[in-house]
Each structure stands twice: as structure tokens, then as C-alpha cells.
């Protein structure tokens, strides 16, 4: 898979088998002392990068940094059906939806563009946002980084709801590039830096003030001072758009061991791991649900203090390296190469023996997949009321967007 998943540790069997061994624990032991729960200390700012329209650099406590900047422009839609240019059509479909709810049909100049001004006429894609993952030591096209970008990206886009914010007009939208660079060598998975790194430079991330209307060329205020955030920012006497996401989602790894569930775990950690999961979650209002949207079943005390609801957006496996084949092993003793006809397993019988049976003091990795019931006990962590999400999420909002 990706980077430090697939760095072989070398860590002897009984080193493996101590360090499993502590993860079994109740509660468990961790190299570091931290508790299950308990993330890395961090330091965050935001606006490292001035000629941005938005950018964060978060720093892990083991030193692995990331800087990421994002990036607006211009662009014309690349195929506008000839119909939508004439105003009539827009006006019938306005008059068909209203005759079906039962409203009035009457027409004011207010309300041709009401329908749009609310969101309902503005449609996004997925091509409007582009996203790239530079790592120390590997390439563009490494299935390494490209991995973290499409998890990355499959997050942000998968309620469609951010596509919609660089909508301008029926001819024109915003094209935003997100530029994630880790700075220093993965010294860890660095999917939760990355995550964490790009929602907060999404949060600082501004776009100029439209001057223009309806589906002119659009004109922008030159004052920077007048820009608007693509997150609007939170007010008592106003409130956003129930459709809209309140936040960038973040995705968080979660590994078991046992029945032992363990967030951000460092590389030692993921050595030992039965299973781990990427799991990916999104802030939504809680006043109007989503079509589409896996929402977590809880009732009204299922929310937080804040009012915050989190959604379940997407959950990706990642094979830590106890399931992969180390380097140089050859397949007499590789349990992948077992059962293809005359293999290695025929020409020698002991090696699937040697490979499963028990040792006292040794640690083997464990076999086959994992119970659908710790999968679905480890995204339920994540989502709890008061859980990992939520603390995250609330140490965020205390770094300075400028």
C-alpha cells in the first residue's frame, strides 16, 4: 500500500510478540504511554504560504511535517447545453416546481433568481477539484501517494457538497488545487497528518468577492479584505445553509488488536495490528439531513454540546505489514504461494506447519480477514458522542485561521 505500511520493521519475533502482547493488555500498553484513545501532540498554524488562497502546516511530535497549500482559479465550464443560455426554460422549470408543490405561479424579479441564490440551480464536479501528494523519496505516479490522494479526494468529494462551493455561474467556476507535500520522511502512516494538514488549509482557504451577476464573466473585488472564506466562519446572528457542510471532513486510522481499538498508531504499533482502517468522517448540520449521507444512528443526546453531528463518509482497509510478504522470503515458506498446483507447499510439506503452529514467544501474523463485528465496533469509536472524532475536531477550531 502506502509508505510506512510497507516498511518492514526490524524488530526480532520476540520483540514483536512483547510488543503484541502489551497491546492485549486491559487497558493497553503503549511504546509511547499514550492511552487508546490519545493522539500525537501536534503544533498547527495556518498561512505559511502568502501567495495561497489558503494553507496550514501541521508538525507531529515524532517530527513528520506537512505543509499544504491551496490554489484558486478561473475556469469555463466545458460544455454548457445551448437551452440553458435562454431564460424562458429556466423559468418553466421554475413554474413546474412550484405548480407541484402548490404555490403560486406569480413572477417577480426576485424570484428568477431566488432558486439559484438558495443553491438549488448550482451543480458541481469532481474535476473541479485536483489534488497531489508529494512524498520524500517517492514519485508523482507511486502507487504510494497516489493512494493517499485518492483517499484524500474520495473524502472531500464524496457528499458532493464541496463541488457546489466553487460553483459561479452556468459558464464559470472556480478550479482549486490542493498541493499536499510531506516535508519530512514518513516516519509513521502519514494519512491522519495529511488529512488534519489539508482540513485546516480548506479552513483558511479564501476566494475573492464576485461582483458580477447571473451569468456574466465574472468581475471580482480587488480587496483581499473582502474575500470570503469557502467554510464560512461560524455566527451567532447568522446561520449556514442547512445543505452545505460546516467543515472539511478528516480521516483518522484506527487499528485493533484483539478487542483492543487504537487510534493513530505509530509504526511500531501498525507492525503487530490485526487490522487497520482508514475511516473518514464529515460535520453536518444537524437541522436537515442528506440524501445519500451515511448518518450516524443516534438520537437528539447523541449530539454534542456544540451541536456538532458527524457523518460517516467513507472507511478504507490498509494492510499493515504483518500481512505482507516480506523481502527476500521465499514462496516454500510464503503462505500466499500455497495451493497452485504443485507449489512450493508440495515440495515441502512442513512449511505451512512451520509457518501456523504455536510458538511460545513468537508472534506470527494472524490469518484470513477480520470480523465484520470489529469493524464495525472500531468505526462506531470513531463516531460516539465525546469520542476521537469530536476531540480532534474541537482542537482544530482552536488554531488561529487569521
Not at 240 to 247: E, I, M
Amino acid at each position: 500500500m502506502a509508505t510506512a505500511t510497507t516498511q518492514h520493521l526490524l524488530l526480532s519475533p520476540a520483540e514483536l510478540a512483547y510488543l503484541h502482547a502489551s497491546l492485549l493488555l486491559t487497558p493497553p500498553i503503549r511504546p509511547d504511554g499514550r492511552t487508546a484513545t490519545q493522539f500525537r501532540p501536534l503544533t498547527a498554524e495556518t498561512g505559511v504560504l502568502p501567495g495561497a488562497n489558503g494553507s496550514a502546516r501541521v508538525c507531529f511530535a515524532d517530527g513528520t511535517e506537512a505543509v499544504v497549500g491551496v490554489k484558486a482559479e478561473v475556469e469555463k465550464q466545458a460544455r454548457v447545453p445551448y437551452l440553458d443560455y435562454f431564460y424562458e426554460n429556466k423559468e418553466l422549470r421554475r413554474k413546474d416546481r412550484k405548480r407541484e408543490t402548490g404555490k403560486s405561479t406569480a413572477t417577480t424579479t426576485e424570484e428568477k433568481h431566488q432558486f439559484e441564490e438558495e443553491g438549488e440551480g448550482k451543480e458541481g464536479s469532481n474535476d473541479w477539484v485536483e489534488i497531489s501528494v508529494e512524498i520524500p523519496g517517492y514519485r508523482d505516479d507511486d502507487s504510494s501517494t497516489v493512494f493517499l490522494g485518492t483517499m484524500l479526494s474520495e473524502a472531500l468529494l464524496a457528499d458532493g457538497e464541496f463541488a457546489k462551493k466553487l460553483w459561479i455561474n452556468r459558464r464559470f467556476h472556480w478550479k482549486l488545487y490542493i498541493d499536499i507535500i510531506l516535508i519530512s520522511p514518513p516516519l509513521s502512516y502519514p494519512l491522519p497528518l495529511l488529512s488534519l494538514t489539508t482540513h485546516l488549509a480548506l479552513l483558511s482557504t479564501r476566494l475573492p468577492r464576485l461582483k458580477s451577476e447571473a451569468d456574466e464573466d465574472p468581475m471580482f473585488d480587488d480587496d483581499w479584505d473582502a474575500s470570503q472564506f469557502i467554510y464560512p466562519r461560524p455566527t451567532t446572528t447568522t446561520s449556514s445553509t442547512p445543505s452545505s457542510s460546516l467543515r472539511p471532513p478528516i480521516t483518522l486510522l484506527v487499528m485493533a488488536v484483539g478487542d483492543n481499538i487504537i487510534f493513530d498508531p505509530s509504526k511500531e504499533e501498525l507492525a503487530v495490528a490485526d487490522t487497520a482502517l482508514a475511516v473518514s468522517v464529515g460535520e453536518k448540520n444537524a437541522d436537515e439531513p442528506q440524501e445519500g449521507a451515511m448518518d450516524v444512528d443516534v438520537d437528539v443526546e447523541a449530539k454534542t454540546t456544540s451541536g456538532r453531528q458527524l457523518r460517516l463518509l467513507s472507511v478504507r482497509t490498509i494492510d499493515p505489514p504483518s500481512r505482507l510478504t516480506a523481502p527476500g522470503v521465499p514462496n516454500a515458506i510464503t503462505a500466499a504461494a500455497w495451493g497452485r498446483g504443485n507449489g512450493p507447499a508440495t515440495k515441502d510439506p512442513g512449511a505451512r506447519a512451520a509457518e501456523t503452529a504455536d510458538v511460545e514467544g513468537v508472534w506470527k501474523a494472524p490469518r484470513g480477514g477480520t470480523k465484520v463485528g470489529v469493524l464495525g465496533a472500531m468505526v462506531n469509536k470513531v463516531l460516539e458522542k465525546g469520542g476521537v472524532a469530536d476531540e480532534v475536531l474541537d482542537g482544530l477550531d482552536a488554531v488561529d485561521l487569521g
